[in-house]
Structures are given as C-alpha cells and as structure tokens.
C-alpha cells in the first residue's frame, strides 16, 4: 500500500511564524497535493506539484508556499502564520486509483 | 468552473437503516467521480470510484451510479453499521486526476 506520512498530527504555533509541514510518500508518485480543510467548506487545494521543482498554485494560495526538493517530500510553508490558517492541513499523493492521502496535521495559530 | 455539491449533514441513522447521501456535480467535460471517506482522527480514504457515464462504483457495501443525465453520483448502503460512522465526500476529476473537486462533505453518525 502507498503511504503518504505527514510529520506532525498536531501543531501549535504563534502569529507571525515560520511554518513547514512535512510529507513524504514512498512509491515514486510524481503528482503531489496540500489541501486544507475547514469545516462547511470540504477541501480546497492550496498547492500542487507534478515533479520535482514543479509547482502550480491551487484555488487558495495566498499566505502559503511550497517546496518539491525530492520527488518524495513535498512541503508546505507558511512564510509568517496568520489565525485564520488555523485548519486541518492534508497533504496527497496521486496513483492510478486516485489521491492517497496522509492523516493530517492539525494546526493550530495562537 | 467544476463545482461538486452534496447534501448537508449531519445525518444521523439507526444501524441497519438505509442510507443515501445525495451528490451533483458540474463539470466542463467528462469527469470521474468518487467518494472518500474519514473517518475520525485519520486523513480520507478512497471508497469508491467511477469513470464513466452509468458506471457502478462499489466497495464494503457501498454503492454510487455515475448518473450523466442528472449529473449525479449518490452514496448509498442497504444496512449502515455503527462503524460506518464518518464524515463522507464526494469529488470529481476532470483532469487525468491532476486537479480533483471536493464537496463539503457529510458527517454520518449511525447509532446502535
């Protein structure tokens, strides 16, 4: 089975941080995906990625970067945290099948 | 552009009871069409999927018809169990899954 590992299930950080969430996947998937999700709203891509350096901004990119060093860890960064990023973060990875996703990082801005 | 919408929930069943959960989408093209499911504490998992117009996805008792005439793809199971409670969405590829859509998604409690 895929496995797409997020480091962290929970995380607390104070406005104006530096965030970095991790994931990393290990079958050589080349489509990578973060999403948040926030409650009545489902999941909103915030970035994706199809290779290694390559990057597309999703539906709500603002306040949010990425980096696709390897092709099996893509991350996702929060250049100065903000309350209202606040959410459940899902990082996925793309099979044949369809998206496998990571068990997510709760996030927490103080 | 592509949009999926699903039935608000919660939604909240006695074991053994019917369950449906209704889905419609929009979408340019000819999309594929899935349902994830989480449930707590865990990210989604993948619980069905069709391709196709008039295409069955099926899976632990779970069921959904690609439905092109009504641009739908509803979730149904015959007899929900207690561990069938989760929080279920429905999403649409239109892209070579390169850019998938999610509804919001229905929490589903089912109780003994």
């Known amino acids: 089975d895929v496995k797409v590992t997020q480091s962290s299930r929970y995380l607390v950080k104070r406005t104006g941080e530096k965030v970095f969430l991790e994931c990393v996947q290990d079958m050589d998937h080349e489509n990578m995906f973060w999403y948040r999700q926030d409650p009545g709203l489902g999941l909103r891509l915030i970035y994706f990625s199809y290779d290694v350096k390559m990057k597309e901004k999703g539906d709500i990119p603002e306040g949010y970067s990425v980096s696709r060093e390897k092709k099996e860890r893509f991350s996702l960064i929060l250049e100065s945290a903000s309350t209202n990023q606040t959410s459940m973060y899902l990082c996925?990875?793309?099979?044949?099948?369809?998206?496998?996703f990571g068990s997510g990082t709760r996030l927490t801005v103080v | 552009g592509d949009s999926v919408t699903q039935m608000e929930g919660p939604v909240t069943l006695s074991e053994e009871a019917f369950l449906t959960i209704n889905c419609t989408y929009t979408a340019t093209g000819y999309p594929s069409l899935f349902w994830y499911v989480q449930y707590p504490g865990e990210g989604l998992q993948l619980l069905l999927k069709?391709?196709?117009?008039?295409d069955k996805g099926s899976n632990k008792g779970f069921e959904a018809t690609y439905r092109k005439e009504t641009t739908s793809f509803h979730l149904e199971k015959g007899s929900v169990q207690v561990s069938d409670s989760a929080v279920y969405f429905c999403?649409?590829?239109?892209?070579?899954?390169?850019?998938?859509?999610f509804g919001a998604g229905t929490r589903l409690t089912v109780k003994p």
């Open positions: 996925a990875s793309l099979a044949n099948y369809g998206y496998t």
């Open positions: 069709a391709t196709k117009a008039d």
């Open positions: 999403a649409l590829s239109d892209r070579g899954n390169n850019d998938m859509r």
